[in-house]
């Protein structure tokens, strides 16, 4: 089976640094994506990592430890409108490459 | 560039009603279709794929079905709502590009069951 972890919520202040956590355990692996998804909105894209190591887009980098079955969203220089929830979302190697994904990590920026 | 379309956007409906969300794919050709329910709290439970037109795969077994008539057209249907039905429905769409297959969402569709 497949099973995703992160946390439930987090808090940050403005103008930080917040490191979003997720573990996966899947059959084979093919990619972790990450998504941000606004209070009554849909999931947007953020990420897609398959290789181990950081990549970075901006104010978001996405790290992948394949060994650990680990990954992390960072997000620097936090603003308000970064208030959201952040979904991590594995994909496995059998049959279909329909990610599962994990309940979200609602992430709250406060002043 | 593809854009994504639902409607509607927000649904009340009573119990026993039925059902009918959808969704259309704009921008490209033989795109995968899913929909999604997302529950209060709760995360992202896919309900039905299509890699076509007429090939429907059913991921929970419930009261709902979907269709896709056409090729970038895909609908969600219930004869007899349930209150347990109630939730944030989401159509997407990917297409096939190696082992990547990112997922690109519609903005859902909100569904009240009183």
């Known amino acids: 089976g497949q099973n995703i972890d992160q946390p439930t919520e987090m808090t940050a202040t403005e103008g930080a640094i917040v490191q979003i956590n997720c573990t996966y355990q899947?059959?084979?692996?093919?990619?972790l994506f990450w998504y941000q998804q606004h209070a009554g909105e849909a999931p947007t894209f953020l990420s897609y990592?398959?290789?181990?190591g950081l990549e970075e887009k901006g104010r978001f980098s996405s790290f992948l430890s394949r060994s650990k079955g680990y990954s992390y969203l960072l997000l620097k220089e936090l603003q308000m409108k970064d208030s959201a929830s952040y979904l991590c979302?594995?994909?496995?190697?059998?049959?279909?490459?329909?990610?599962?994904f994990g309940r979200g990590t609602s992430l709250i920026v406060h002043p | 560039s593809q854009t994504i379309h639902q409607w509607p956007a927000t649904l009340v409906q009573p119990v026993g009603s039925p059902l009918s969300l959808e969704c259309t794919v704009e921008?490209?050709?033989?795109?995968?279709l899913y929909w999604y329910r997302q529950a209060a709290g709760r995360g992202l439970q896919l309900l039905f794929y299509?890699?076509?037109?007429?090939?429907i795969s059913s991921e929970v077994p419930q009261n709902l079905s979907a269709s896709r008539p056409q090729d970038r057209q895909f609908i969600l249907s219930s004869k007899k709502l349930l209150l347990s039905d109630s939730g944030f429905y989401l159509c997407?769409?990917?297409?096939?590009?190696?082992?990547?297959?990112?997922?690109?969402f519609g903005p859902g569709t909100r569904l009240t069951v009183l």
């Open positions: 997407a769409w990917s297409v096939e590009a190696g082992i990547t297959d990112t997922q690109y």
């Open positions: 899947t059959s084979g692996f093919n990619g």
């Open positions: 990592n398959v290789l181990d």
């Open positions: 979302a594995a994909l496995s190697s059998g049959g279909s490459y329909i990610p599962t």
């Open positions: 921008g490209t050709s033989n795109p995968n």
């Open positions: 299509s890699v076509g037109i007429g090939q």
